[in-house]
C-alpha cells in the first residue's frame, strides 16, 4: 500500500464519518432486527467486473469507524488488477458491524476503483509516447484526496491539488487582467516563486505571449492537432527569455512543457499525444469514471 494512499484515507476520515451518518442515521435497523448482538462472521468482498482497484484503506477505515472489533485484511492492493471473482478482502468480527459498513465501504471502493480503472485504460493508450497523464479539479467535492490517490493507483499523475499549490491562469483570469502578459506579471508579484506557472493558452497567439512571459507550462485548450503541431514547433524555436526556471522538472524535454485539454477521449488521446506534447489532462477519468462492481459477502457465522 502506498504511502500517499493511506495518507489520502486518513485525511478522509471525515469524509467517512459523513458516509456512514448518512446511511446509518440512528441505527440500522434492519440488521440489529435480524442479527443477535453476540453473532460473529466471516465475510469477504469480492470484484465482479474486471478492473483497477483503488480504496482498499478507506474501506478499512469505514469498518474502523463503525466497530474497532471488526479485523479488516486486505488481499489485495490499491493498483491491483482485479477480475470476476477476484477476493479483494477479509472481514472478521460481529455481523452487525460488518453488514451496517458494508455499503458505505463499497460505496468508497467501487467508486474509486472505478477511477483507478478509467485512469488506467488512458495510461496504456499513451504507453510508449512519453506523454504523462494528469487528472483535474473536476473531482467530486469532500473527496478529492481519495479521487487524485485514485488516479496514482491507475498510473496517472496528479496535477494541482487546489486553488493553492500552483498558478494556473485561464481564460477568464485573462480577462479580468486585461491581457495574457499583464495576469502573468501580477502572478509572479504575487506568488511564492516555487510555484509553477501555468497558461491556458486558446490560439497561436497567446502561446506565443507566453513563451514571452517566461512561463513553466503552456495548457493548449481545445486545440485541433495542426494547431498543436504548429504550437509546439514554435515553443520548441522560441525558448522561455533569461535564466532556467528553478523549477524546471527533471527530465523535462523542453521548458516551458506543453499540455493538451479539451474532451479528449480514448480514441483521441493516443495521436494527440504521438505529437510529441508533454501531457494531456483529461476531467473524464474523475468526473465521468464509472464504478467498479464489487460485492461483500457473508461467508460463516459463529
Known sequence: MTAAAIAAAERARPAVVAALAEDVGGGDVTTEACIEAATSAQAVIVAKAEGVLAGIEVARLVFEVVDPGVRFAALLHDGAAVTPGAEVARLFGPARSILTGERTALNFVQRLSGVATRTRAFVQRLHGTGTRLLDTRKTTPGLRLLEKAAVLAGGGANHRQGLFDMVLIKDNHIRAAGGLPAAVERARAHAAPTLLVEVEAASFEE?????????????????????????????????????????????????????????????????????GVDYVSVGAITHSAPALDLSLEILELG
Not at 481545445?222 to 509546439?232: C, E, F, I, K, Q
Open 207 to 275: 502561446v506565443q505571449e507566453a513563451c514571452a512571459a517566461g512561463v513553466d507550462r503552456i495548457l493548449l485548450d481545445n486545440m485541433s492537432p495542426g494547431d498543436v503541431t504548429r504550437a509546439l514547433q514554435w515553443i520548441d524555436t522560441h525558448p522561455t527569455p533569461g535564466p532556467e526556471s528553478p523549477r524546471r522538472r527533471p527530465g523535462a524535454r523542453r521548458w516551458p512543457e506543453v499540455e493538451v485539454s479539451g474532451g479528449l477521449t480514448l480514441e483521441t488521446v493516443r495521436p494527440m499525444a504521438e505529437l
